[in-house]
């Protein structure tokens, strides 16, 4: 480390957990549920375009840099306009990463986050040399909107980051008094991270011809089925898409990703019907939970609950010696661990062994 910058090395990393799972010799078994991505396969035509390009098509060529048919696909899915209001990336982690670059003055800008949250954000900023200040949720993990505009007002925060729903606890915050926000603080760049949309339904996307100074971010890894393709998008005033485009990588896309996106997006029962079950699947898995005694932070509206137990460490260590991975939090919330929603039959495995657990 001895060569890189000082914002590298006085960065304080985002951790991600090891991917143990990769190194076990048989993963038929495995109930993954520590990184919220879908736990059923893609729609059958995502397998069989795929399929069908990888023996016909032209993996010798870059990607397609302006993909037409997605943007069109995407933009309907999305209500949007047209297509100038969206724009894709190799995931909306990607997606951040540029938001930063061409809204942020390094040199005097202010992120503010609303934690806790998915702090692979707040990584990246710092480690572009941006200084982030946090606004804590309070003990119930509910934004306080009244200390949120006193501390957009007192730092002049340049960008806000907050997830809607928010991770690690599922909560919706009030979206009539997020857009007043928005309203108050035109210069201010709201950046709204709806990687779980799909489970809530809630969204801000009908504001983007009324408001300039808000971006969502988006991704094909969780209700689509997608996460190895590894491919997002984002949503807002065409404007802001044209300053995006003047840094984006258009060839950082694999023609393989832009495929896998078109054919979910072409088969939309398929991500319905399992957003349908996770939603069921959710309500079970909090009650049951419940009944065990367990606390369980039961206002979720995305695929995972988060739960506080005192004994993180020896539950994980039980469930992965029953090759159940769940999230570890406490390096965020001590004390908390984060729990992805699978089908039922996959939830009430889970709860069978918790339920083994507790009862030793």
Not at 116 to 122: I, L, S
Not at 161 to 181: D, V
Not at 210 to 231: H, V
Not at 292 to 303: D, P, R, T
Request: with cysteine; proline share 3%.
């Amino acid at each position: 480390m001895r060569l890189a910058n000082k914002n590298i090395q006085e960065l304080k990393p985002y951790v991600s957990i090891p991917h143990k799972i990769w190194e076990l010799s048989s993963k038929s078994n495995i109930l993954k549920l520590d990184w919220n991505e879908a736990t059923i396969k893609p729609s059958e035509k995502v397998n069989q375009n795929i399929i069908e390009y990888m023996t016909s098509g032209f993996l010798n060529w870059y990607p397609n840099t302006k993909n037409t048919v997605l943007l069109q696909k995407i933009a309907l899915y999305a209500n949007q306009p047209n297509s100038t209001y969206i724009e894709i990336f190799g995931s909306s982690d990607v997606a951040h990463e540029a938001i930063i670059d061409v809204f942020v003055d390094k040199e005097k800008d202010i992120i503010g986050i609303i934690s806790p949250t998915y702090d692979n954000f707040r990584a990246r900023a710092n480690g572009v040399g941006c200084k982030t200040v946090m606004f804590p949720l309070d003990e119930n993990f509910d934004l306080d909107v009244k200390a949120l505009e006193v501390f957009l007002s007192k730092n002049k925060i340049k960008i806000l980051y907050l997830c809607y729903p928010n991770n690690p606890t599922g909560i919706l915050y009030n979206k009539n008094q997020i857009e007043q926000l928005i309203a108050k603080f035109p210069e201010t760049m709201f950046l709204i991270d709806e990687a779980y949309y799909e489970f809530s339904k809630q969204s801000f996307m009908n504001l983007t011809q009324k408001y300039d100074n808000f971006i969502i971010t988006r991704t094909f890894s969780k209700a689509f089925a997608l996460a190895s393709f590894r491919i997002g998008y984002v949503i807002s005033h065409y404007k802001n898409i044209q300053a995006i485009n003047k840094l984006r990588n258009s060839k950082n896309i694999s023609t393989l990703s832009q495929i896998a996106a078109i054919s979910a997006l072409d088969d939309l029962e398929h991500m319905e019907k399992y957003v349908d079950e996770v939603n069921k699947a959710r309500e079970f898995t909090v009650l049951s939970l419940k009944e065990l005694g367990v606390y369980v932070y039961e206002k979720s509206m995305a695929n995972f609950v988060l739960i506080k137990t005192d004994d993180v460490s020896e539950l994980l260590r039980f469930l992965e010696s029953k090759s159940i991975f769940i999230r570890n939090y406490s390096h965020i919330i001590p004390g908390h661990c984060r729990v992805s929603i699978g089908t039922l039959e996959q939830m009430k495995c889970f709860i069978d062994n918790v339920r083994e657990f507790y009862a030793r």
